[in-house]
C-alpha cells in the first residue's frame, strides 16, 4: 500500500492492474490482517486514525512524483472513486458475517466515513441486521457508535424513516440498543411522534441498564 498512490503517477494503469486485481480477491484481503490495513489506506488515505504515523511519514516521500502530471490529492481521489463501489457492494453484501468479529466489522465505520458514492444501501443493511440481540455484540455496538459519530444525519433518518416504533422500543431492551436509541434521538432535531412513541411504550418498565436509564432521562426532560 505504500507505495500505491505516491509511486505511481498514472491512476489509469494503477486501475487497471492493481485495483482489478484487488476487486478480484475482496473476501481474501478483508480476511488478512494485511489486506484490511491495505483497504484502510486506499479508502482513507493519510487519515492519521486509520493508517499509522511512521507509515503516513514514509509515504511522504513519493509525493513529489515527478512522472506524474497530477497532484498526490488528484491520485488519491481517483484511486478513491475506483475502489470505492467494489468494496461498498462488498460491505452491503457481507455484512452479517464481516460483524461477526472486530477485526473485520471496523471497516464498515471506515468505508461509511471515507468511501465515495451512495451509502444507503450499505446503511439500510446495517438497519435490517439491527434486532436486540445484535446490539447487543461489541462489533454492531461500535459501528453503529462510530458511524453516528460521521454518518448522523444519513443513518438517524434511515432509522427513523424505515423502523417502525415497536421495533425501536424493542432495542431499548438491551442496554446497548438503549444507547444506540438515545444517540439517534440526540444528534439533531427529531419529530416528536418518535419521543411519544417510546414514552408511550414505557420505557421504564423496560429491562433495567444504564442506557435505559439514560433514554428515560432524555425523554422526560
Not at 512522472?67 to 498526490?72: A, C, E, F, L, N
Request: aromatic share 4%; glycine share 6%; with cysteine.
Amino acid at each position: 500500500s505504500s507505495g500505491i498512490n505516491a509511486e505511481y503517477g498514472d491512476t489509469v494503469q494503477v486501475r487497471k492492474t492493481v485495483l482489478s486485481e484487488i476487486q478480484t480477491c475482496l473476501d481474501r484481503i478483508v480476511m488478512s490482517i494485511s489486506g484490511r490495513k491495505l483497504l484502510r489506506y486506499l479508502i482513507a488515505g493519510r487519515e492519521s486514525s486509520q493508517t499509522h504515523c511512521q507509515v503516513i511519514e514514509s509515504l511522504k516521500v513519493g509525493e513529489d512524483n515527478s512522472v506524474s502530471k497530477k497532484d498526490p490529492e488528484t491520485r488519491r481521489r481517483e484511486i478513491l472513486n475506483a475502489i470505492s463501489p467494489p468494496v461498498l457492494s462488498y460491505c452491503t453484501e457481507n455484512l452479517e458475517s464481516l460483524l461477526l468479529d472486530n477485526s473485520t466489522g471496523s471497516l464498515i465505520p471506515t468505508v461509511v466515513e471515507h468511501a465515495s458514492g451512495d451509502m444507503t444501501p450499505l446503511l439500510k443493511a446495517l438497519i435490517a441486521h439491527l434486532t436486540t440481540e445484535t446490539m447487543e455484540s461489541y462489533p454492531v455496538h461500535w459501528a453503529l457508535k462510530k458511524i453516528l459519530n460521521t454518518e448522523a444525519n444519513l443513518l438517524r433518518d434511515l432509522i427513523l424513516d424505515t423502523v417502525g416504533p415497536e421495533t425501536i422500543s424493542s432495542w431499548v431492551n438491551s442496554n446497548r440498543g438503549a444507547w444506540t436509541v438515545l444517540r439517534v434521538l440526540e444528534r439533531g432535531e427529531v419529530g416528536a411522534s418518535a419521543k411519544d412513541a417510546l414514552k408511550l411504550a414505557g420505557v421504564a418498565s423496560f429491562t433495567e441498564s444504564k442506557g435505559r436509564d439514560a433514554l428515560f432521562e432524555f425523554l422526560n426532560r
